[in-house]
């Protein structure tokens, strides 16, 4: 059974940063592209950052870019968000995402 | 990036009743569509992948068709446990990008 289990979000104040993780279970973690994914509260979906299963490759919103970086460890089969220059508006619960699996949400709210 | 427009974008319906929703793709993602349920305060569940694959543990009264540009999710007798928030998803290239959700509500 595919399990994704974030964790490191919380309070923090604006101008300030986070890391996010993401433990995954239940499947090859190297051989599947990984993904963020926010909600603000009331709001839809928002695809934040991703990355290769290799790690090679990451991408991002533009929203974030130069703001948020995605990284893995395909050893601890777990997949990182370092979110810096956090605004107001980043404020959200964020979600680890693969194809066709969601782990259960970790919200970060950002305000002084 | 690729938009996609689901509609519409808010339904009431009744126990019973046959839903359908639809989903179009600004550009052609051959069938790279996901299908996403979503209960107040609850993470995402995939319904649907591939555009018409049925996820596992899914009722089958669920239904997705379409290719290409467009796409429907249909529910062929609404049951009480599916009102809430339905998000197509692409994953054709990145960004992946959603609709802005179809909420299913009781009449």
């Known amino acids: 059974e595919v399990q994704l289990l974030e964790s490191g979000g919380g309070l923090v104040q604006p101008g300030g940063s986070l890391r996010l993780s993401c433990a995954a279970s239940?499947?090859?973690?190297?051989?599947?592209?990984m993904n963020w994914v926010r909600q603000a509260p009331g709001k839809g979906l928002e695809w934040v950052s991703g990355i290769s299963g290799s790690g090679s490759s990451t991408y991002h919103a533009d929203s974030v870019k130069g703001r948020f970086t995605i990284s893995r460890d395909n050893s601890k089969n777990t997949v990182y968000l370092q979110m810096n220059s956090l605004r107001a508006e980043d404020s959200a619960v964020y979600y680890c995402a693969k194809f066709r699996g969601w782990g259960q949400g970790t919200l970060v709210t950002v305000s002084s | 990036d690729i938009q996609l427009t689901q509609s519409p974008s808010f339904l009431s319906a009744s126990v019973g009743d046959r839903v359908t929703i639809t989903c179009r793709a600004s550009q052609g993602i051959s069938s790279l569509l996901l299908w996403n349920q979503q209960k107040p305060g609850k993470a995402p569940k995939v319904l649907i992948y591939a555009a018409s694959t049925l996820e596992s543990g899914v009722p089958s009264r669920f239904s997705g068709s379409g290719s290409g540009t467009e796409f429907t999710l249909t529910i062929s007798s609404l049951q009480s446990e599916d009102f809430a928030t339905y998000y197509c998803q692409q994953l054709n290239s990145y960004p992946w990008t959603f609709g802005q959700g179809t909420k299913v509500e009781i009449k």
């Open positions: 239940g499947f090859t973690f190297s051989s599947y592209a």
